[in-house]
């Protein structure tokens, strides 16, 4: 059985958005046990008008909507900055989930699919991991330690995080790894180069990919204009070097699905360290410095390899 979810300090919000009754029923009942508030809505307009009222702590989307492409009322979330990029929605099927079902959602916006028949112990064990990361987020942005665009650390919320990483890694004489990230448009040959700072989709979809592709345990933050950094503990260099080259792949990574608007294509440039073992006089800062010399270094490779490691 799912484990009850402890009590929030204040109500959690779930809002259902489907036509159906009978699935909005069904929801309902396996959430309120758990003590979640449930919202019900019954198409795109009455969703659109709850959430920009009152934005809920996560989302459960039907496929079909009796008033609108469901793929797109999620991808209007974070285009008109709906809700933060820390709610967790979810896109109900009437089927199984294919891993197409999956690229298609993900591209779209959403962090999960759920499908018929659904799994209650899964969907519970979800909304437990998912909810309680978006409430430490909302608490952390609050107290100005998450970026407003991405919601992932700001720098100052990263180095904090990083620091209890790093001292809990000290105490236990375990690895500690560090990615430091950027992502750019491909340029199209003949075009003119683009200039300025990118496009704000472009940073939420790669702040969302790295949500979605790193563990739940290593702390993400966006340094400035599409320039990210993840810090891993548990994680020494060559762990660090796969870790980076998963979360690239994932970046660039393009669905064939048609119902999904085709992106431009990206490229990556990455840098990495990692030790065998965190202790001092080695610090985080140092560590993360490290990670940042590399990443220079891959962006200055005329070779065009896109991923060094940090050598002194």
């Given at each position: 059985?799912?484990?009850?979810?402890?009590?929030?300090?204040r109500?959690?919000?779930?809002?259902?958005a489907?036509?159906?009754?009978?699935?909005?029923?069904?929801?309902?009942?396996?959430?309120?046990?758990?003590?979640?508030?449930?919202?019900?809505?019954?198409?795109r307009?009455?969703?659109?008008?709850?959430?920009?009222?009152?934005?809920?702590?996560?989302?459960?989307?039907?496929?079909?909507?009796?008033?609108?492409?469901?793929?797109?009322?999620?991808?209007?979330?974070?285009?008109?900055?709906?809700?933060?990029?820390?709610?967790?929605?979810f896109?109900?099927?009437?089927?199984?989930?294919?891993?197409?079902?999956?690229?298609?959602?993900?591209?779209?916006?959403?962090?999960?699919?759920?499908g018929?028949?659904?799994?209650?112990?899964?969907?519970?064990?979800?909304?437990?991991?998912?909810?309680?990361?978006?409430?430490?987020?909302?608490?952390?942005?609050?107290?100005?330690?998450?970026?407003?665009?991405?919601?992932?650390?700001?720098?100052?919320?990263?180095?904090?995080?990083?620091?209890e990483?790093?001292?809990?890694?000290?105490?236990?004489?375990?690895?500690?790894?560090?990615?430091?990230?950027?992502?750019?448009?491909?340029?199209?040959?003949?075009?003119?180069?683009?200039?300025?700072?990118?496009?704000?989709?472009?940073?939420?979809?790669?702040?969302?990919?790295?949500?979605?592709?790193?563990?739940h345990?290593?702390?993400?933050?966006?340094?400035?204009?599409?320039?990210?950094?993840?810090?891993?503990?548990?994680?020494?260099?060559?762990?660090?070097?796969?870790?980076?080259?998963?979360?690239?792949?994932?970046?660039?990574?393009?669905?064939?699905?048609?119902?999904?608007?085709?992106?431009?294509?990206?490229?990556?440039?990455?840098?990495?360290?990692?030790?065998?073992?965190?202790?001092?006089?080695?610090?985080?800062?140092?560590?993360?410095?490290?990670?940042?010399?590399?990443?220079?270094?891959?962006?200055?490779?005329?070779?065009?390899?896109?991923?060094q490691?940090?050598?002194?």
């Amino acid at each position: 059985m799912p484990r009850r979810r402890e009590p929030a300090a204040r109500p959690v919000d779930i809002l259902i958005a489907s036509t159906d009754e009978w699935t909005s029923r069904s929801l309902a009942s396996i959430l309120a046990p758990h003590g979640y508030v449930v919202h019900k809505t019954f198409n795109r307009a009455q969703t659109l008008a709850h959430i920009r009222i009152t934005p809920p702590d996560a989302l459960i989307v039907d496929e079909h909507l009796p008033d609108g492409d469901a793929y797109a009322l999620c991808r209007s979330f974070a285009d008109e900055n709906l809700l933060s990029p820390s709610t967790p929605v979810f896109l109900a099927l009437q089927r199984t989930p294919t891993r197409r079902d999956r690229l298609v959602a993900r591209h779209a916006g959403a962090w999960e699919c759920l499908g018929d028949p659904l799994d209650a112990e899964e969907l519970t064990a979800m909304l437990e991991v998912f909810v309680a990361a978006k409430l430490d987020a909302d608490e952390a942005r609050a107290a100005g330690l998450v970026d407003d665009v991405t919601g992932v650390y700001n720098p100052r919320g990263l180095l904090r995080r990083a620091e209890e990483l790093a001292a809990h890694a000290a105490r236990r004489h375990v690895a500690m790894g560090c990615i430091y990230l950027m992502s750019e448009i491909e340029p199209v040959p003949g075009a003119a180069p683009q200039s300025g700072d990118p496009p704000l989709w472009l940073e939420r979809r790669v702040a969302a990919v790295l949500r979605s592709t790193a563990r739940h345990s290593d702390a993400i933050g966006r340094l400035g204009p599409n320039s990210f950094a993840i810090i891993a503990s548990d994680t020494d260099a060559d762990q660090a070097r796969q870790l980076a080259e998963r979360l690239a792949a994932a970046i660039v990574a393009e669905s064939a699905a048609p119902s999904v608007p085709r992106l431009p294509r990206l490229r990556v440039r990455a840098g990495y360290h990692g030790v065998a073992k965190f202790d001092p006089p080695l610090d985080i800062k140092a560590l993360m410095l490290h990670a940042s010399v590399a990443l220079q270094r891959a962006r200055a490779d005329s070779s065009h390899e896109w991923l060094q490691g940090y050598s002194a």
